[in-house]
Nanobody, 122 residues
Framework: QVQLVESGGGLVQAGDSLRLSCVAS???????MGWFRQAPGKEREFVAA????????NYLDSVKGRFTLSRDNAKNTVYLQMNNLKPEDTAVYYC????????????????WGQGTQVAVSS
């Protein structure tokens, strides 16, 4: 029922910034949303998640202070502002959503986007 469409990925240099967007369609009132990423040959890892109200957010330790997650419920959109990007941030970034915030943190969201590529060169 819920569909997620990511955008904003691209090729940038280390130190640059990038803003990812994820637009949700369908009934998502009350849903938590977030982002995961996966580099080739590596497991998908949690990046950030935010509650429906925006009052609770969690981040992967390595992105704290550099990435900021926000959402605009009127637009059914979540944003991931990524600053001071590093080569190790290179991965496909996937938007995720779930009626339960805890399921996102557990790596088991109800819905996934198809991903957007982020590549950071040295």
């Amino acid at each position: 029922q819920v569909q997620l469409v990511e955008s904003g990925g691209g090729l940038v240099q280390a130190g640059d910034s990038l803003r990812l967007s994820c637009v949700a369609s369908g009934a998502t009132v009350g849903y938590g949303m977030g982002w995961f990423r996966q580099a080739p040959g590596k497991e998908r890892e949690f990046v950030a998640a935010i509650s429906w109200s925006g009052g609770t957010a969690n981040y992967l330790d390595s992105v704290k202070g550099r990435f900021t997650l926000s959402r605009d419920n009127a637009k059914n959109t979540v944003y991931l502002q990524m600053n001071n990007l590093k080569p190790e941030d290179t991965a496909v970034y996937y938007c995720a959503a779930s009626s339960g915030y805890g399921t996102i943190r557990a790596g088991k969201p109800s819905y996934w986007g198809q991903g957007t590529q982020v590549a950071v060169s040295s």
